[in-house]
Every structure is written in structure tokens, then in C-alpha cells.
């Protein structure tokens, strides 16, 4: 029986806090609001909606720039909207990919609905299936620390990890106010950043 | 003497240097399909749904490379949502869609998506360009990479079910 004592910003702040050149990118809700406020940065791209893109985003970046870390950070119902990306993901598994979902069990967004993931689904066995060999689920800080400790590593395949976290509500007025919401201009920075122009 | 319109859309890709080809198979994108996974130089992407190919767009251009998604009529709805990535962060985007339920089409289960997908890229800013005939191929792809990769539009072609021949059923060798 994992507990979910984990607090997602204690994780998110631990995933970032070595970071160097990783590039990052969110999914909508929590993941995007936390990320921002725990660690801006000129690599990193925030969704504020399509659903279920984060994964497949991550791809297609670290497809592009195969000498840098691309690490998702998302939610566990953002994660199972873009559960059919795992397999593509997998098909082509890069090895500077790293996908990390923050599982709470619940929508957060939307008013904590429960989500599949708290009772029936299991996100890590699903990501298995689809063929990303390197799928675990991580329950203590020790986890987490492993999964620091080599998140800016290039690997010869993807990784994917859910971190069980605690279904903890934040009141985030401020931290929603802060985070950049102009797509286009998130996009050129990300690109300026990577020196790949801005058009 | 006819024109072989897949190797002539795979120049023109070729020619702007797109890096990543995703895809949902069709019958009709089978030569161009195999023409990319054959190269080298570019990513040739198997997705499970459509939508995918429009994120995955979004983060390659994110990096720098240039990319196009091949994809059914059928599976234009599937990537609405998904068009929002466009949109909102202005991302150039290119798609070609092989077209069902408009011309002989044996399946009347095509029809309904075949004849809105117009109106679903368009309801969702993407602009439509269509091909009907071989010989419009290389002057239509030459001014839709133009309007996408220096531009930085969204544009869909629609490769019509006149152009592609409607499906028939081949026995299996």
C-alpha cells in the first residue's frame, strides 16, 4: 500500500532544482501552475489546454534537439486523456525524453473529481504495456531522488515515472496570475532560448 | 505520361527541409509513408490518433524542425481540440489529408466526416487548399510550404478522393 504522503511542490521543486539546460513542458492545470512558480526558465513551455498533448509535445521536442533533456511534467488525467502518445512514444522512445506524472488521483482542476488512477488505473503498468520498458511508480523521497539524480542524463530509452503525491488542494490566485498564458510568446522564447530564431 | 504525385510531395518536403513526418496510415499516403520511413534524415512518426501528430508538430517546431502530419479525412476531428496548440502559440503547420466520403465512396460511414472536414479546419483557423487533378501537386505543396514554413500559416491540404481513386477492396496476394 504506497502512501501518498509525497507534496507535489516539495517534488516539483526537487525535479527542477538540478535542472541545467533541460527543457521543460507542462500540462494544463496544477503541473503548468507549480513549474512556473517553482522554476521559471526561458525552456520552459506551458499548456493551458490541449489536453493530453504535454507527452506528444515532448516528443516532438526531443526529437529536434536529441543533445538536451526534454523532461513532461504532468498530471495524472492529462496522462491518461494522451495515454495512446505512451506507444507512440515508445515506437520511437528517445532517449533524452523523460516523462513525470505527478499522480494525485484526482482532476485539481476542475474541483478534485476523483480520476481513474485513484481506485482501478494504473498509469505505470499502462505505460509498460505500451512499451516504454523504463515505466515506474515512485511512492518516497528516495524515489524521487533516484529519479533526480539521472533526469538530465541522455539514456538509450525513454523514461516514464508517476510519483504518487498527495491529493492536497492549493489555493494559487498569485502563482495562475504569474504564469505566462501568451502561447506565441512562449513558443519564441522557448526558441530564442534554444537559438533556433524566433520564426 | 502521368504524374507520380506521392514522390512529387515528397520532393517539395524535401525540398524545405521538414525533419519529422507523423502519421496515421491511409491507403492513399501509402507511397509517401514508405518514401519517409525510407529516409534517413527524417523522424517518421506512427501515431495511435491524429491529435498526436498536431502536439508533436507543436514540440519539433518548439526545436527548431520542421514537421508534417499525413492523416485521414476521418481523422480531422479528432485534432480540434488539439488545433488550440496552433492557434494560441501561432506554431506553422502543415498537413496533407487524403480524402474519403466525397467521390465513389463505398462507405457511407466516411461520409459525415468527409464532407465537414473543410469546415473543421476552417472553424478552427487552419486554411484549406485542395488538389483535384496530379498536375496541381507541386505548384499547390510549392505555395503551401511557402504560406506554413516562411509564412508561418496552417494549412491543410486536402488530396481529393478524384485524385487518389476511391478505395477498392484488393484481394489478398
Known amino acids: 500500500m504506497p502512501d501518498q504522503t509525497l507534496d507535489r511542490l516539495d517534488v516539483v521543486a526537487e525535479l527542477l532544482k538540478d535542472r541545467g539546460d533541460a527543457l521543460v513542458v507542462t500540462g494544463l492545470g496544477s503541473s503548468t501552475y507549480d513549474v512556473s512558480a517553482l522554476g521559471d526558465n526561458h525552456r520552459n513551455f506551458y499548456l493551458w489546454g490541449a489536453m493530453g498533448g504535454a507527452a506528444a509535445i515532448g516528443l516532438g521536442l526531443a526529437l529536434a534537439q536529441p543533445e538536451t533533456p526534454v523532461i513532461v511534467i504532468t498530471g495524472d488525467g492529462e496522462m491518461l486523456m494522451g495515454a495512446g502518445s505512451l506507444a507512440t512514444i515508445a515506437k520511437q522512445s528517445p532517449g533524452n525524453l523523460k516523462i513525470v506524472v505527478l499522480d494525485n488521483g484526482h482532476y485539481g482542476e476542475t474541483g478534485m473529481q476523483e480520476a481513474h488512477t485513484n481506485t482501478v488505473t494504473d498509469l505505470t503498468m499502462m505505460a509498460k504495456g505500451a512499451g516504454i520498458k523504463q515505466s515506474i511508480t515512485i511512492t518516497d523521497h528516495a524515489g524521487v531522488q533516484q529519479l533526480v539524480d539521472g533526469i538530465t542524463r541522455i539514456e538509450n530509452a525513454s523514461t516514464f515515472a508517476v510519483i504518487k503525491v498527495s491529493a492536497k488542494s492549493y489555493f494559487r490566485a498569485e502563482t495562475v496570475a504569474k504564469t505566462i498564458k501568451d502561447g506565441a510568446y512562449n513558443r519564441a522564447r522557448v526558441r530564442v532560448a534554444l537559438g533556433v530564431g524566433i520564426e | ?173
Open chain 2, 1 to 173: 505520361m502521368s504524374i507520380d504525385w506521392p514522390e512529387t510531395i515528397y520532393q517539395k518536403l524535401k525540398d524545405v527541409g521538414v525533419a519529422q513526418v507523423s502519421y496515421v496510415p491511409d491507403a492513399g499516403h501509402t507511397k509517401l509513408i514508405n518514401a519517409v520511413i525510407a529516409d534517413p534524415e527524417i523522424h517518421s512518426v506512427s501515431l495511435t490518433s491524429e491529435e498526436e501528430g498536431v502536439a508533436l508538430t507543436t514540440g519539433a517546431w518548439l526545436g527548431g524542425d520542421k514537421s508534417v502530419l499525413l492523416m485521414q479525412s476521418s481523422g480531422v476531428g479528432n485534432c480540434v481540440n488539439m488545433l488550440s496548440l496552433i492557434k494560441s502559440c501561432k506554431i506553422p503547420f502543415l498537413t496533407l489529408v487524403t480524402m474519403r466520403g466525397e467521390w465513389g465512396e463505398f462507405n457511407p460511414w466516411q461520409v459525415p466526416m468527409g464532407s465537414t472536414t473543410q469546415t473543421s479546419f476552417e472553424m478552427m483557423g487552419v486554411h484549406v487548399m485542395r488538389i483535384n487533378d496530379p498536375s496541381e501537386v507541386s505548384e499547390v505543396l510549392a505555395a503551401a510550404t511557402r504560406m506554413v514554413f516562411e509564412g508561418g500559416s496552417s494549412v491543410a491540404i486536402l488530396l481529393s478522393q478524384k485524385l487518389i481513386g476511391a478505395k477498392v477492396f484488393e484481394e489478398a496476394k
